[in-house]
């Protein structure tokens, strides 16, 4: 009876080993995956660039228009004009 739980504990140590192994291989492809993503990532912000444009609207008899909005088509970029137009 001795010797049967004694198989059983190398069965179960071997297979607690197996796992932990499975585990540690596992886990470090997520690392390996997530450093290639930020790495990605980097290189994209490295190729944005911002560029400021200015504008005066203004309207039929040269008056600035205050408060108009204006926005970059296609995009969401924009803004309002001030007292100037």
């Not at 290639?36 to 504008?55: H, K």
């Amino acid at each position: 009876m001795n010797e049967d739980h004694k198989k059983r504990g190398l069965t179960h140590s071997k297979l607690l080993t197996a796992v932990a192994i499975s585990s540690l291989l596992l886990s470090s492809g997520n690392v390996m995956a997530a450093q290639t993503a930020s790495n990605d990532s980097q290189g994209v912000q490295e190729q944005m660039q911002s560029i400021s444009v200015t504008v005066t609207v203004v309207d039929t008899k040269g008056e600035p228009i205050i408060g108009a909005n204006v926005i970059e088509k296609g995009t969401t970029n924009g803004g309002i004009t001030d007292l100037n137009g």
